[in-house]
């Protein structure tokens, strides 16, 4: 378990940071900017919880934790080190978590016929501002993943793709099941 004694430690004040194997990188390194905005998406899910009820406040509040398995996953790159403990890393399980319940709740949602503008209600506009960082994240997950010497876990993009999924349909059953989804004109204000 993690433990926090001392919340400053003036190691940052150059410009650098430590990833979880101790390795010393910039801060403005691609993997510490695509964990860096998954901590974001965690926060804007934490401002969707303020909204939620029931289920979808449980499974919010469990993703906020799956986000802080993906930052941990992301912070320790295997580099073929063996490390004194094993890393945590996102499982096939937490995406077929998302999918499972991305089709439960597509069930009871009619198709679109149109795309939506975010808003509706505020859970909704919450999640949309979730979808969006989670979108950035992906891209920034995708594109270290790209570099040369940078690994990244396979399945951790797979999970924040599927988030992304997750958080739209989501969006749409806070809107009473796409009841109240607002629906983008074309050329509406020409």
């Not at 398995?69 to 912070?75: C, F, H, I, K, R």
């Not at 998302?98 to 069930?107: F, Q, S, V, W, Y």
């Not at 690994?151 to 993009?157: D, G, I, K, S, T």
């Not at 739209?168 to 796409?178: E, I, Q, S």
Request: glycine share 8%; charged share 25%.
């Amino acid at each position: 378990m993690v433990r926090l004694d001392k919340i400053y430690t003036r190691t940052g004040d150059t410009g650098e940071t430590r990833l979880s194997t101790g390795e010393v990188v910039p801060k403005w390194h691609p993997r510490v900017a695509a964990y860096g905005t998954v901590d974001e998406l965690n926060a804007a899910l934490g401002v969707a919880a303020l909204e939620a009820k029931g289920d979808m406040l449980v499974a919010v509040r469990r993703i906020q934790n799956d986000l802080f398995d993906l930052g941990a996953d992301l912070a320790t790159p295997d580099r073929g080190r063996v490390l004194e403990w094993t890393p945590l890393r996102i499982i096939e399980s937490q995406v077929t978590r998302l999918e499972t319940e991305i089709d439960a709740m597509n069930a009871v949602i009619p198709p679109l016929d149109s795309f939506i503008l975010p808003g509706g209600s505020a859970l909704s506009a919450y999640l949309h501002v979730a979808r969006t960082l989670c979108r950035r994240a992906e891209r920034q997950i995708a594109e270290l993943s790209a570099l040369p010497g940078e690994p990244v876990n396979a399945v951790a993009l797979a999970f924040i793709n599927r988030l992304s999924d997750w958080l739209f349909v989501a969006g749409r059953a806070a809107n009473k099941d796409g009841a109240d989804d607002v629906k983008w004109v074309p050329g509406a204000n020409r």
